[in-house]
């Protein structure tokens, strides 16, 4: 097969890689099982968001440093705050050639407003999370308007409201909730409380509403200089459609995520798909990996469920599968394992030592910090134990940390799908030298 | 009583994504999306089969739901079955019988296909038809064929004899009566492969029956495909291909899965014609390629997206010499078979295409290819665009044509 590279999984860690080796002419194949876990996501990505006393980081790449040093099998030890950096700054530009910028508090994290009013620390958001200008209202206490639509269910305003005001941040400021009304729509024959964020966001696609939607805002958001909304302006350019919407209303718009499908996670996960097809990179959907043979230290080849004895070949593959949600790794009753080729998994084979007593655990449940082992470079070890060397894992299948209790899901996928990418090119060079 | 195996409507989390991917809920607020007609209401037509409503019918089978599900979810064949479990079995609906008989229908037509052009491309008729067979006068029909590309195969027989590496060959109804060019330039690429084609009595795939709630009607065409293939196969000892994505996902998944036919017999020798290429090509059997100075956009029709089968038209594409490519983004055309040539439907399906369609006219290529015949109707008559089949292209490249 000419492939270069094949990526099993196309999330946040698959389509890293995917990217990073179309950049530099690789042949790259992705084959994923269904739509990814950043349609659940909050579209914001995390680096280090808390200590191990549950303290929000500061400054995340400082911390991996420190971190690392202490936790030398986290996957951020692979590649040290330097690798997780050169990750991020390939990436994000990237995700703007597609119309979505990501931004950044210089060097330290900042908040982001969760779908119940808590506030999450977080190193990129879109532009309608965090901003300068959102940031300088915060800090200059001005008042917020928490609106939802009239008769949308996956969203409660009044709860958001409700926790907002204990934060300290906003401790004494204004904070006040209402509802506006979805103007008239043509083409509907549906009752709005059946709508879900993803209808609400194509009405935003189409502009076409825009200064009614406006309209309403102003009628609604009083003295507010920032008004907190649904995540659900709008897809594909959403941008655009931010700013209009900032300039018609002369507020700051600022989403926050509601129920799933997450809109703000849809947007990343559409820029990745755009770039990745747009360097001309293979992307397969319909069908799922499930198996494949390693023989003497390399992987061979892999099969699908649609396909059954039919080898799919490559160079290189990466195993980019995700955690249990995506079925990268499973669960039996006394047994974690990788299902598709059977690699070491670090966790422990008892099930009552994988869950903690209390759901929130200040020290979480350890079965988050199980995985696939790698060594330094990525490779996994097969059932026997010993390397295989044109195989590496990526994201949330790897052992070692605990994307909840650290915030660092995002952080993790990017630096490891970005580093397996970085191993391949580096071996596609010295093969052709 | 619930059937314990068929429970996979239990595995769906609500998290929504599929009803994100529904071509048709994009479109219309008329169908309330995959989630909510299928594993969500199944759990109600269980208890009471009453509770089956009418919006089901918007489903256009495309499938993009299930593989869109995270979970494995098989959305679209509960769907599938809802819908025709309820259908008031024995009236007579006139237009759906036609339709979905397409073999019928294109024997006849293609016995008088001058006739039978002229006569579907009058104003009047097309007027009646709406009226009478609530088929839109918009509506652009394929046009027939002279003969059938079996009767054209026959004089071909005799040439297919010497090669010893053969395949049978499903050329299925819209090959036979509508595109003979498809057929002679297999035939074309395959010898030039050394390899023979077999061609053996088939029935319509059951597509267009599935499609229209003829389930028993579908059965009895799978069976005896199922047969005669399997006879066939046996005899000549090769693979079966289709150069049609829907029927090749018919013979090997809707007849096992959703017609619950014991199709063991062919299932793993059945392969839609790229992935049968690919193969031979990466065995070393690659026929020599002039180059194709062409700009083409690719468009990956559903069902070959849920068989998993895009990458290995994608291969076969990129290995034609001097073929400039571009993939369009995976969006669905609309046309869903016999869907989008239904009064009821017609305004959707097109909606439902127009990003496809801006898409292309956005890349303005030479030509579109795609692997389906309906994706191809549906192109041809909403765009400026001529629509190739990858195997017409590698026939092309056959052909030694002048530098570019």
């Known amino acids: 097969?000419?492939?270069?590279?094949?990526?099993?999984?196309?999330?946040?860690?698959?389509?890293?890689?995917?990217?990073?080796?179309?950049?530099?002419?690789?042949?790259?194949?992705?084959?994923?099982?269904?739509?990814?876990?950043?349609?659940?996501?909050?579209?914001?990505?995390?680096?280090?968001?808390?200590?191990?006393?549950?303290?929000?980081?500061?400054?995340?790449?400082?911390?991996?440093?420190?971190?690392?040093?202490?936790?030398?099998?986290?996957?951020?030890?692979?590649?040290?705050?330097?690798?997780?950096?050169?990750?991020?700054?390939?990436?994000?530009?990237?995700?703007?050639?597609?119309?979505?910028?990501l931004v950044t508090n210089g060097d330290e994290n900042h908040f982001h407003v969760t779908g119940i009013g808590t506030l999450k620390p977080t190193y990129l958001s879109q532009p309608s999370v965090y901003n300068e200008r959102?940031?300088?209202?915060?800090?200059?206490?001005?008042?917020?308007?928490?609106?939802?639509?009239?008769?949308?269910?996956?969203?409660?305003?009044?709860?958001?409201?409700?926790?907002?005001?204990?934060?300290?941040?906003?401790?004494g400021v204004d904070i006040f909730v209402d509802s506006i009304r979805l103007p008239y729509y043509a083409p509907t024959e549906k009752n709005l409380l059946e709508f879900r964020s993803i209808d609400l966001a194509r009405v935003f696609d189409t502009e076409k509403y825009l200064p009614r939607i406006a309209g309403e805002i102003v009628k609604k958001a009083g003295n507010a200089r920032i008004v907190c909304l649904p995540a659900f302006i709008g897809i594909r350019d959403y941008e655009t459609i931010h700013r209009k919407l900032e300039e018609m209303t002369g507020r700051l718009i600022y989403e926050v995520p509601s129920l799933p499908p997450s809109i703000l996670g849809m947007r990343l996960d559409n820029a990745l798909k755009s770039r990745f097809a747009a360097l001309g990179g293979e992307f397969s959907i319909g069908d799922t990996v499930n198996g494949g043979e390693i023989v003497s230290g390399l992987l061979d080849h892999v099969h699908t469920c649609n396909y059954g004895a039919t080898r799919h070949r490559s160079k290189y593959y990466v195993l980019a599968s995700g955690s249990f949600f995506s079925d990268g790794l499973r669960s039996e009753f006394n047994k974690i394992t990788e299902p598709i080729l059977g690699?070491?998994?670090?966790?422990?084979?008892?099930?009552?030592?994988?869950?903690?007593?209390?759901?929130?655990?200040?020290?979480?449940?350890?079965?988050?910090?199980?995985?696939?082992?790698?060594?330094?470079?990525?490779?996994?070890?097969?059932?026997?134990?010993?390397?295989?060397?044109?195989?590496?894992?990526?994201?949330?299948?790897?052992?070692?940390?605990?994307?909840?209790?650290?915030?660092?899901?995002?952080?993790?996928?990017?630096?490891?799908?970005?580093?397996?990418?970085?191993?391949?090119?580096?071996?596609?060079?010295?093969?052709r030298a | 009583?619930?059937?314990?195996?068929?429970?996979?409507?239990?595995?769906?989390?609500?998290?929504?994504?599929?009803?994100?991917?529904?071509?048709?809920?994009?479109?219309?607020?008329?169908f309330p999306g995959p989630k909510q007609s299928g594993p969500d209401a199944e759990r109600l037509r269980i208890k009471n089969p009453e509770l089956v409503d009418a919006s089901l019918k918007y489903c256009s089978n495309c499938k993009r739901c299930e593989i869109a599900c995270p979970s494995g979810v098989q959305i679209a064949s509960i769907i599938q079955e809802a819908k025709w479990n309820y259908v008031r079995k024995g009236m007579f609906r006139p237009r759906d019988f036609f339709m979905s008989r397409t073999d019928l229908v294109g024997s006849i037509a293609t016995r008088v296909s001058t006739i039978a052009n002229f006569v579907l491309g009058l104003s009047l008729v097309k007027f009646f038809m709406e009226i009478i067979l609530k088929i839109?006068?918009?509506?652009?029909?394929?046009?027939?064929?002279?003969?059938?590309?079996?009767?054209?195969?026959?004089?071909?027989?005799?040439?297919?004899?010497?090669?010893?590496?053969?395949?049978?060959?499903?050329?299925?109804?819209?090959?036979?009566?509508?595109?003979?060019r498809l057929g002679r330039d297999l035939v074309r690429v395959l010898n030039a492969m050394n390899i023979g084609i077999d061609i053996t009595d088939e029935k319509c795939c059951g597509v267009p029956l599935i499609a229209n709630g003829y389930l028993e009607k579908a059965k009895k065409n799978g069976i005896y495909n199922i047969r005669s293939l399997s006879r066939m196969q046996r005899a000549n000892g090769g693979k079966i291909v289709s150069t049609s994505?829907?029927?090749?996902?018919?013979?090997?998944?809707?007849?096992?899965?959703?017609?619950?036919?014991?199709?063991?017999?062919?299932?793993?020798?059945?392969?839609?014609?790229?992935?049968?290429?690919?193969?031979?090509?990466?065995?070393?059997?690659?026929?020599?390629?002039?180059?194709?100075?062409?700009?083409?956009?690719?468009?990956?029709?559903?069902?070959?997206?849920?068989?998993?089968?895009?990458?290995y038209t994608i291969d076969i594409l990129k290995r034609i010499p001097g073929l400039d490519l571009v993939i369009l983004h995976s969006e669905c055309c609309g046309i869903a078979g016999t869907y989008g040539f239904k009064k009821e439907y017609y305004q959707i399906s097109k909606r439902i295409g127009s990003?496809?369609?801006?898409?292309?006219?956005?890349?303005?290529?030479?030509?579109?290819?795609?692997?389906?015949?309906?994706?191809?109707l549906q192109i041809e008559s909403n765009t400026e665009y001529r629509v190739l089949h990858p195997v017409n292209l590698l026939a092309m490249a056959l052909e030694s044509m002048p530098e570019a």
């Open chain 1, 1 to 101: 097969m000419a492939y270069d590279c094949l990526i099993i999984g196309g999330g946040l860690a698959g389509l890293t890689c995917g990217i990073k080796c179309l950049s530099e002419g690789l042949r790259t194949v992705i084959i994923s099982s269904g739509m990814n876990a950043l349609h659940f996501s909050s579209g914001s990505i995390d680096v280090f968001g808390y200590t191990r006393s549950k303290e929000p980081v500061n400054r995340p790449f400082d911390y991996i440093d420190m971190y690392t040093k202490e936790r030398p099998d986290h996957p951020y030890a692979k590649m040290g705050s330097a690798g997780v950096r050169e990750a991020i700054d390939f990436i994000v530009p990237q995700i703007a050639r597609e119309n979505l910028s």
């Open chain 1, 134 to 171: 959102i940031r300088a209202a915060w800090e200059n206490r001005e008042p917020i308007a928490v609106l939802n639509f009239e008769g949308y269910r996956d969203y409660y305003a009044e709860m958001a409201a409700e926790q907002l005001k204990k934060q300290p941040l906003f401790q």
């Open chain 1, 343 to 431: 690699l070491t998994v670090n966790a422990s084979q008892k099930r009552s030592e994988w869950y903690s007593e209390h759901f929130f655990d200040e020290a979480s449940h350890p079965f988050l910090g199980y995985g696939v082992e790698t060594n330094a470079r990525l490779n996994p070890f097969d059932a026997s134990g010993s390397p295989v060397e044109n195989l590496f894992c990526a994201g949330a299948l790897l052992c070692g940390y605990d994307p909840i209790r650290e915030a660092s899901g995002g952080g993790v996928a990017i630096a490891t799908g970005y580093k397996a990418a970085r191993e391949i090119i580096g071996l596609c060079r010295g093969a």
């Open chain 2, 1 to 30: 009583m619930i059937k314990l195996e068929n429970i996979s409507f239990d595995h769906c989390l609500k998290c929504t994504v599929c009803t994100i991917y529904c071509p048709v809920a994009k479109v219309t607020h008329l």
């Open chain 2, 136 to 180: 839109p006068m918009k509506s652009v029909f394929p046009s027939y064929a002279s003969g059938t590309f079996v009767n054209k195969f026959s004089r071909l027989r005799k040439s297919q004899a010497p090669y010893a590496n053969r395949v049978t060959y499903f050329h299925g109804c819209f090959v036979n009566y509508n595109n003979h």
């Open chain 2, 245 to 311: 994505s829907s029927c090749s996902y018919a013979l090997k998944h809707e007849y096992s899965h959703f017609l619950k036919l014991d199709n063991s017999a062919i299932y793993d020798d059945v392969e839609y014609i790229t992935k049968f290429l690919f193969d031979q090509f990466e065995a070393g059997n690659m026929p020599a390629m002039n180059p194709v100075p062409l700009r083409v956009a690719y468009h990956s029709p559903c069902h070959l997206e849920r068989l998993g089968g895009v990458i």
């Open chain 2, 355 to 376: 990003q496809l369609f801006q898409l292309i006219e956005h890349v303005n290529p030479e030509f579109v290819v795609t692997d389906c015949e309906t994706c191809s």
